[in-house]
């Protein structure tokens, strides 16, 4: 028992020893064992086209599949999370790096290995600092458009490879097409025929027989093909001489002017990486029943992109289609993940001969084949269908990436997405009410046309928190509704859409109430909630008010300002009855509700 705590701290620092404690073999470890074959067999290639797609060397996609992935299985709290390279990050890396080093050359290998050193310290930084909510900053419509203009660039950053001609690298869909028009005339038809027939077999294969390695027997029959028919003598490039053996541990050679402009692909990695992991992690976790911890699974992608650093791998994260097929095969825990690693090693160390001949061709077909499928232009209708602003964010970002490049679509995204943000905020939703007939229930005249409003009594609501940002708003809109009918002689402010209230709003609202005394206008106030409450207590708006114009009940709160418009000598029981039977009249035309109503 006097344990329990160290193991407790320890069970917060690794989650591997909680599944390892409690790892049941007969029951676990057949699903980790088939789980880890079969996404070692899908990530082989995959590493390695992804790899060329980020401008680096195929061995450097092998090399960020094994240490990185053992660190992830260690710290991680997903039991399906397949983490490696992927598409997205590699286009973010192949951008990034494009302008500082020439793509392949020893300067970019070491340089997009100090990037895998930046993304994991801010990944890391982030979790300890438990900073995991700040990816909320990129709204589900700025994901989906980006990520549907970064698919559309991955494909056709491959067409140079596929065609078998030189294009040179951009992120930029204007530059792309540039390229590549001029150069058609050039194009290799051996290796575009190959190229062709490396994406039907991928097609058919994912069709048909979607629980095949379809990468794999590309590859296999792509190198099988080439050695036979000696195709790279007919000018097919090929990946040539792989490298044996397991990275060394060493540290790359930089300077601290490259971290300065390392800095901006880092952090956009490290938040793209991490949206794009905890989506499908949150979404397998749900579906498994257990708990994701996000700043926890930061940590965890940030020990996994710092042991790329130093072991010659580049920047890494969970990749949507491994995971997925992860799941399908099995996986239970993060051995299964080890075990990836494990059998990705082993090839490293007898195996890469047989990737001699791999034509490029071949490794741009998966590459197009798998990005194929984030294309999302159905998503843009849905957006425009429910919410046009979220369509424009999505279109916003969309056309940000393709035509000004990754970082600049991400950033007009977040930037947008962060100004729709403050209008809200600073210009929130509110409404004039009016109660349902024959209930105690109010609803916004403008959506409920039938609903009764009382002469010379304002019921309104405010939909937002009252703070310095739009304590100016909340005063203009009463001004305004108080112009529109002169004859208010009471306003009740239905609370209950304001959670929050700052030393402003307090100060607003005490404004407002002595504005109003001064027109003989009463001021109610109901469903205040108990923070708020606590606000106009300390700051004297609540025994300026008086206690009895605070009511928990709207219904109550708009009776009592009927009850006050009651003339002198008049009871107010009559004041009541004659409300009522104004009430029950026939409802007011349209134009007269309109004149009472405010916009939202």
């Keep these: ?107 970019y290998v070491a340089l997009a290995v100090v990037l895998a050193g930046l993304v994991g310290a801010i990944q890391l930084g982030m979790g300890v600092l438990r900073l995991g909510r700040l990816v909320t900053l990129l709204s589900h419509p700025v994901i989906a458009g980006f990520t549907s203009a970064a698919a559309i ?41 190959l190229g062709a027939a490396a994406i039907a077999v991928l097609l058919v294969v994912k069709k048909r027989w979607p629980r095949l390695p379809g990468a794999l027997i590309v590859v296999a029959l792509g190198t099988l093909a080439t050695f036979l028919l000696r195709l790279d003598e007919a000018g097919v490039r090929i990946v040539g001489a792989v490298p044996a053996g397991l990275p060394s541990p060493s540290l790359p050679a930089f300077e601290l002017a490259d971290l300065g402009a390392l800095a901006p692909t880092a952090v956009a990695i490290a938040l793209v990486g991490f949206m794009e992991s905890i989506s499908v992690a949150k979404a397998f976790a749900r579906k498994n029943r257990y708990a994701i911890d996000a700043n926890q699974e930061l940590i965890g992608l940030g020990a996994a992109n710092l042991a790329g650093f130093g072991f010659g791998g580049y920047p890494v994260t969970g990749g949507f289609s491994r995971t997925a097929v992860n799941a399908q095969a099995g996986a239970r825990t993060g051995l299964a993940t080890a075990i990836t690693a494990a059998v990705i090693a082993v090839s490293l160390l007898f195996l890469t001969p047989l990737f001699h001949f791999l034509p490029k ?17 159905r998503e843009l209708g849905h957006l425009w269908h429910v919410k046009r602003t979220d369509a424009v964010l999505w279109l916003v970002t969309f056309a940000g990436t393709l035509f000004f490049g990754i970082e600049e679509g991400i950033a007009a995204g977040v930037v947008l997405s962060i100004a729709i943000f403050v209008r809200r905020s600073t210009r929130p939703h509110h409404a004039v009410l009016g109660r349902l007939p024959g209930t105690r229930s109010y609803r916004n005249v403008k959506h409920f046309p039938e609903a009764e409003t009382v002469e010379g009594v304002l019921v309104w609501r405010f939909d937002a928190s009252l703070y310095f940002a739009n304590a100016s708003f909340f005063r203009e809109e009463v001004d305004r509704l108080l112009l529109d009918d002169a004859g208010v002689r009471a306003v009740v402010l239905d609370a209950s859409g304001i959670n929050d209230l700052d030393a402003s709003g307090e100060a607003l609202l005490s404004e407002l109430h002595t504005a109003l005394e001064s027109r003989a206008i009463r001021l109610y106030v109901a469903n205040v909630k108990g923070p708020v409450r606590e606000v106009l207590a300390r700051g004297g708006f609540t025994a300026a008010l008086g206690e009895d114009r605070f009511f928990f009940d709207l219904h109550e709160a708009v009776e009592a300002a009927i009850a006050g418009l009651a003339p002198a000598g008049e009871p107010a029981s009559e004041a009541r009855a004659r409300s009522t039977s104004l009430q029950d009249a026939a409802p007011a035309p349209a134009s007269e509700v309109g004149t009472r109503s405010a916009t939202g």
């Design 1 to 107: 028992m006097q344990e329990w705590p160290d193991m407790k701290r320890l069970l917060a620092f690794v989650p591997a020893v909680g599944w390892l404690r409690t790892y049941d073999r007969r029951a676990d470890l057949p699903g980790d064992v088939s789980a880890g074959l079969t996404v070692a067999v899908m990530l082989i290639p995959q590493a390695m086209a992804y790899a060329m797609l980020a401008g680096l060397p195929p061995i450097v996609g092998l090399y960020a599949s094994v240490l990185p992935l053992f660190a992830y299985a260690l710290l991680g709290t997903s039991r399906q999370l397949a983490v490696g390279p992927v598409a997205m990050v590699s286009l973010l890396v192949a951008s990034g790096l494009g302008g500082v080093a020439e793509p392949g050359s020893e300067r």
């Design 153 to 193: 660039v991955i494909a056709l950053s491959q067409l140079g490879h596929l065609l078998g001609v030189e294009l040179g690298r951009s992120a930029r869909l204007h530059e792309l097409v540039a390229a590549a028009v001029p150069r058609l005339g050039d194009t290799h038809l051996i290796t575009l025929a």
């Design 361 to 377: 061709a071949v490794l741009a077909a998966i590459v197009m084949v798998a990005v194929a499928g984030l294309v999302d232009l």
